[in-house]
């Protein structure tokens, strides 16, 4: 039985929480991209939920906004369902309380 692709429901919920943090910080895509030493268009692929980047960049990403990496990743959980195997879940958005 063929597992569903969850990459796209990932990277929009990796893409909303850094939307989110982003938008809390007050900074453009460039400026973040600038404090995290990564390309502009990989924040715009990666806000846009078309990337889900490797390990490296939400580590630079966390610090370019003085978040913790648990921040980028909020909703998004491994949680066991068969005795070998496991899925994601993923939680209804965050809502900015400031916003």
Do not use: K
């Amino acid at each position: 039985m063929a597992r569903q692709d969850i990459r796209p429901v990932l990277a929009e919920r990796f893409a909303s929480n850094v939307r989110r943090l982003r938008a809390s910080a007050d900074v453009s895509q460039e400026e973040l991209a600038f404090r995290a030493d990564v390309h502009r268009t990989q924040v715009g692929l990666i806000e846009a939920g078309e990337r889900l980047p490797r390990l490296e960049t939400p580590v630079r990403l966390a610090g370019a906004l003085g978040v913790t990496t648990n921040d980028l990743v909020e909703g998004i959980a491994w949680e066991p369902f068969e005795q070998l195997s496991g899925g994601f879940a993923i939680s209804p958005d965050v809502v900015d309380a400031d916003a």
